[in-house]
């Protein structure tokens, strides 16, 4: 896994992050999705009916190219937003996922970004790491 102890704990804390995928049309789609952050630093998007989501089928079209942000702010006085953003490539996998058996979508990181999710860390800090191989 490449994503340090903080991302991954601020990962592991937050229960939303945007999904965007690209239709074959070249229109974008970003989704606000329930996810998880598996052991290998893949990330894992399920749900009632996923396979009936643009997102499922920009996927399945081909359009395997994909962007996630978690974000939050941990603070507004002082302002202080922290998150992660990822570039990757999405899989259609059907597994034991965070709601049971069946079909999820599983970001594989390529390229990330964080910024200011080291506790009391400088709020600033910003970190890009290049994924797998």
Request: aromatic share 10%; charged share 30%; glycine share 10%.
């Amino acid at each position: 896994m490449d994503f340090t102890t903080d991302e991954a704990d601020y990962l592991r804390s937050q229960p939303l992050g945007r999904f965007a995928t690209v239709a074959e049309d070249g229109l974008p789609d970003n989704a606000a999705v329930v996810f998880r952050l598996e052991d290998d630093g893949s990330i894992l998007i399920g749900g009632m009916s996923v396979t009936g989501t643009r997102k499922w089928r920009n996927v399945e079209a081909g359009n395997a190219k994909v962007a996630f942000v978690v974000d939050d702010l941990a603070s507004t006085k002082p302002w202080r937003p922290r998150g992660v953003r990822i570039y990757g490539r999405a899989e259609l996998v059907e597994i034991e996922g965070p709601f049971g058996p069946g079909k999820y979508l599983r970001i594989v990181p390529e390229v990330s970004w964080s910024w200011s999710v080291v506790p009391d860390g400088d709020r600033f800090h910003r970190r890009r790491t290049k994924h797998g191989p």
